[in-house]
């Protein structure tokens, strides 16, 4: 088993629908919790991180952690042509700086 | 802020050169240092931890003669990729962990190396 698993997609959603993008993972000594948005051949970006349970909200994007189900979600609502991207979730303990990597999924936004 | 640039973003060269991929944070100082490799359609590798320093710690299956590392300031690190050959062509990636404000990774924008 995958330390962390995440759908590779391509998930294919109409503009300006709520787009629900998932992770599992195994270990519960992960605390730290990112979620990286990634054009084609440019580098990860930042898009959230969370610290243990629970929601946070930047904007129309929303990160969810349910440490007691091992599932992490991402939220985008009103969803634009131009998040079409590849977002990848990336999970750490507390003391090592090294991320775990889902395989990233592929999104699509149909205008 | 938190802004890491690579140089060079593309690069060809010939069976057998050496090439040298720089990793700079813009606006921190990191001493930690990471260099992912990522194949088309696939998530990222790590290849290798920098250390300002200090030698760099290498994944089980890197080869560190041929992936030659050196992290000489908190704001520069380089990949030299050695005696390069077909198979080494990739995506190679560095972050930098930015630790005042944020205390995670942040990423570079790749750099595509071509070895013909």
């Known amino acids: 088993q995958k330390e962390v698993e995440q759908d590779p997609g391509p998930l294919s959603v109409p503009e300006g629908a709520i787009v629900s993008l998932n992770c599992t993972y195994s270990?519960?000594?992960?605390?730290?919790f990112m979620w990286y948005r990634q054009y084609s051949r440019k580098g990860p970006e930042l898009l959230m991180y969370?610290?243990s349970s629970g929601n946070k909200e930047d904007g129309r994007f929303t990160a969810q952690v349910d440490k007691s189900s091992k599932y992490i979600s991402l939220f985008i609502r009103d969803s634009q042509p131009s998040d079409s991207a590849t977002y990848l979730c990336?999970?750490?303990?507390?003391?090592?700086?090294?991320?775990?990597w889902g395989a990233g999924t592929k999104l699509i936004i149909k205008p | 802020g938190a802004v890491v640039s690579q140089h060079p973003s593309r690069v060809i060269c010939k069976s057998g050169t050496s090439v040298k991929i720089e990793c700079r944070s813009l606006?921190?100082?990191?001493?930690?240092m990471f260099w992912y490799r990522q194949f088309p359609k696939k998530s990222l590798m790590l290849m290798a931890t920098?250390?300002?320093?200090?030698?760099?710690?290498?994944e089980q299956g890197v080869e560190k003669d041929k992936f030659l590392i050196n992290h000489a300031s908190l704001t520069l690190s380089t990949l030299t990729v050695t005696s390069a050959h077909p198979e080494d062509s990739s995506f190679y990636i560095c972050?930098?962990?930015?630790?005042?404000?944020?205390?995670?990774?942040?990423f570079g924008p790749g750099t595509r190396l071509t070895v013909l």
């Open positions: 972050s930098a962990r930015e630790t005042v404000r944020h205390n995670e990774q942040f």
């Open positions: 606006d921190f100082q990191a001493t930690t």
């Open positions: 920098s250390n300002e320093g200090s030698k760099a710690t290498y």
């Open positions: 270990n519960s000594a992960f605390q730290y």
């Open positions: 969370t610290y």
């Open positions: 990336a999970i750490r303990g507390d003391s090592n700086y090294q991320l775990i």
